[in-house]
DNA sequence: AGTTTTTTGTTATTTTTTTCACAATAAAAT
DNA sequence: ATTTTATTGTGAAAAAAATAACAAAAAACT
């Protein structure tokens, strides 16, 4: 097996898991006990803990505070990532107000948008003119984005991102995105994902009678 | 092959790309100008398609306005789908001001918030006190939700809205919930989906070289 | 000290998903 | 009307991912 999307997303929901359980007074964790608090089997969790590496002691289970520090080196937790948003509309506005990301290693530094209106210190960060990315970009060595702009606009902004040296994204405009063949894009697209829930709720009342 | 979530999401975004080319003035479409436009390949398009019995002519490809309206019918888009939306802090707030969502037959029909301080008319919707949730949702029957409260509020509003009658979780809070066989949940993470940009664009710079 | 029990780490198996390949067929061209 | 060409629809093959199975090892117990 090589090492896929969903393999990272799960180690990412492990480190979540770790967290709470550390929270929670646990020392040591079993790979049941994770398997139960993100939803697979136990021989999942092993089997991508091998992948990377990570490993634990037969019987006595994984010590839960070396577990999270190796997941955090995996997920590069070890520095902090600078990361500028695209677009303050309503999403781009939520994830500036967001207080979370700090506590992961993500620092959201700029927002950028077209719209003069909205360049105004909205809510403690700054919001610069678009035009303003490039310079800004080049000159910190920012490499994450996220393009939280109308679909119309995304492929613009992108390209802007691109040349500006970003080569990571994380996109809400609800399109396929192009860029070089070493461009990282995940996107996330709300009104799809309810759409999915809408279907699977329908075909289980369909199945299952009413 | 069996329906699965990942061909149920293909759907929602081939019918996305034919509103597209539909605004550019085609009408018709073959299977590897969708396959293009979604990222995938075109026989990934038939297949899916001959799962739901969607059909075309040979040689002439499919007509779009057909196919959208066939999407539709199988996504649930011939109804509109009265949606609540638990919590109305960043994400809350973002999406009862998105106005995305009626196009597509979607309508956010209320928010609910345990902080009083919250309960106001923002914006529109009505935020209305998290003990009326139960009594909503009854009366008007509905049956999608979403949540969009801290993590550790998350299990305990879901355990209100399943009690309410609620079938069908978008779940913005990064934890996993539990609940019947037949409750469908889909999550959103954002955090852990930065995470994944940033996991990829070092690996990438690790195996390419700098 | 030896035995039992529990849990890992990894290989093998199964299942799922994607991709390929090509006959069937409809449109276009001759 | 016949031939050529392009594209679908689907069954077969390949690839990828998840699950099961189990030997190895560490802890607990006797």
Partial sequence: ??????????????????????????????????????????????????????????????????????LGNILGKDKVHEVIVVGAGNIGTALMNYKGFEQEGINLVACFDIDPAKQKKASGMPVFPLEELKDFVKQRSVRIGIIAVPDIAAQQVLDIMISAGIKGILNFA?????????????NINVELELENVIYFVNALRKTRGK
């Fill in 174 to 186: 609800p399109i396929r995105l192009r860029g070089p063949e070493d461009l990282v894009v995940n």
């Fill in 1 to 70: 097996m090589t090492i896929n999307k969903n393999c990272i997303i799960r180690l990412s929901r492990y480190k979540n898991a770790l967290y709470r359980l550390k929270n929670l007074g646990f020392v040591k964790v079993f790979s049941d006990n994770l398997a139960d608090a993100v939803g697979v089997l136990p021989s999942q969790v092993r089997k991508d803990f091998s992948l990377f590496g990570l490993t634990g002691n037969r019987r006595g289970g994984y010590n839960i505070d070396e577990l999270i520090e190796s």
